[in-house]
């Protein structure tokens, strides 16, 4: 597909880093699938892996975490 950000390149499978911020957690999650522009390096995820972010960032906050690194496990 054609990047929506920068209009000139294509997007192409690739592995993408995820930082996510809530209230006083950061949560970075490495590794993620992706499908990455390979002219500006935006960066679009599945519905699918988007849930599973957002379920593992949920999770940090709700444990009290300050910052947490994880690798991605689909």
Do not use: W
Request: charged share 25%.
């Amino acid at each position: 597909m054609s990047c929506v950000l920068c209009k000139h390149g294509e997007t192409r499978p690739g592995l993408v880093t995820v930082t996510l911020q809530r209230g006083e957690t950061t949560v970075v999650l490495k590794h993620v699938p992706a499908d990455v522009c390979d002219n500006c390096g935006e960066y679009y995820l599945s519905s699918e892996v988007a849930g599973q972010v957002m379920d593992k960032a949920e999770a940090a906050v709700r444990s009290g975490a300050e910052v947490e690194i994880v690798k991605f496990a689909a």
